[in-house]
C-alpha cells in the first residue's frame, strides 16, 4: 500500500498540481459529477445571503461545482497544498470566492464561520484523522448547517472493488506515471481501498454527530464507487453566529 499523509501528501499534489486539471479531465464524469453532489445540497434562492465552505478546495474544481450550484453565495476555498491553489488562483473568479492556504484542521482552530454548508470533495479519503476533520466540520457549520462529502468509497460489493482495481491497473497508474506522479496516483488507488466503505462512512458521520445522513450514488462508471454523502450539523453547542 502506497499511502500519503500530511505534509507528504501536500507536497505530492503541489508537484501534481501543473497536470491535474489535464488528468481529471480524462475522467468522463468528473466535472458532472461534483456539480451533482454540490446541487445535492439544494440551497434555496442560489444561495443568496449564504457563505459556503469548500474544503480541500484543490485547483477550484470542487469551488466551481459549488459556484455554479449557487452562484448567490459567498465562498470560502480551503486547501493545504500552495501547489493547487495556485492553480486555483489562476483561473478567473467572481469577487465573492476567496482561496486560503490552510489545512481543514488550522482553519476550524482559527474559529472560522459559522459556514451556511461544507461541500469536501475527495477530501475524507487523504486525512490522517477523518473523526477529527469532521469533528472540525462541525465546529465550522451552524447548527442545522447542511454537509455534502463527495468522495470514492466503495460500495462493500465484490464488483465495485474489482472494477476499482482494474480502471486503477489499466488507466490511472499508468496516466500517473506518465505525468511523473507515480506515487499520488498509487496513493489514490491505494486510499480508495483503504477507507470508509459507502455504508461505514455514513455511520462515521452518524457517529460525529450529524443527523439525517443520505447517501447517494453517482451515475456512469463510478456507480458503486463515489458517492455523496449529505447530512445536517446536529450540534445544539456551536451557537455562534447562528441564525
Ligand atoms: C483530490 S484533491 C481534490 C480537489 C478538489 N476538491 C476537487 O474536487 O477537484 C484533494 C485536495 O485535498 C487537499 N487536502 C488534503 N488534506 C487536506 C487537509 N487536511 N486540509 C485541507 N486540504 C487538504 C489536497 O491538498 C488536495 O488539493
Known amino acids: 500500500m502506497t499511502l500519503l499523509r500530511d505534509h507528504d501528501l501536500a507536497r505530492a499534489f503541489d508537484h501534481a498540481a501543473h497536470t ?8 468522463p464524469g468528473y466535472r458532472t459529477d461534483l456539480l451533482r453532489s454540490a446541487r445535492r445540497l439544494r ?12 474544503l480541500g478546495c484543490g485547483t477550484g474544481a470542487s469551488t466551481r461545482a459549488l459556484l455554479r450550484s449557487a452562484p448567490r453565495a459567498r465562498i470560502t476555498a480551503v486547501d493545504a497544498s500552495s501547489g493547487m491553489l495556485r492553480r486555483a488562483l489562476d ?12 489545512t481543514a484542521e488550522e482553519f476550524a482552530a482559527a474559529g472560522a464561520g459559522p459556514f451556511d454548508a461544507v461541500f469536501a470533495a475527495y477530501l475524507f ?12 466540520v462541525r465546529s ?22 474489482a472494477l476499482w482495481n482494474a480502471v486503477c491497473r489499466g488507466l490511472i497508474i499508468p496516466a500517473g506515471t506518465l505525468s511523473g506522479d507515480r506515487a499520488l ?17 455514513a455511520e462515521r458521520l452518524r457517529r460525529a454527530g450529524f443527523t439525517g445522513v443520505r447517501v447517494a450514488p453517482v451515475a456512469g462508471w463510478q456507480t458503486g464507487i463515489v458517492h455523496t454523502f449529505l447530512a445536517r450539523n446536529g450540534s445544539r453547542t456551536a451557537t455562534r453566529g447562528a441564525r
Not at 465550522?140 to 472493488?161: D, F, I, N, T
Request: hydrophobic residues 40%.
Open 185 to 201: 496516483y498509487r496513493h489514490l488507488w491505494s486510499s480508495v481501498l483503504g477507507f470508509d466503505t459507502a455504508p461505514a462512512f
Open 20 to 27: 491535474y486539471d489535464r488528468l481529471t479531465a480524462l475522467n
Open 91 to 102: 483561473k478567473p473568479w467572481p469577487p465573492q470566492v476567496r482561496f486560503l492556504h490552510l
Open 140 to 161: 465550522l457549520l451552524r447548527p442545522g448547517g447542511r454537509l455534502a462529502v463527495h468522495e470514492y468509497s466503495l460500495s462493500g460489493s465484490a464488483v465495485h472493488r
Open 125 to 136: 479519503r487523504n486525512v490522517t484523522h477523518p473523526d477529527r476533520v469532521l469533528t472540525a
Open 43 to 54: 440551497l434555496p434562492e442560489g444561495g443568496a445571503g449564504l457563505h459556503l465552505l469548500d
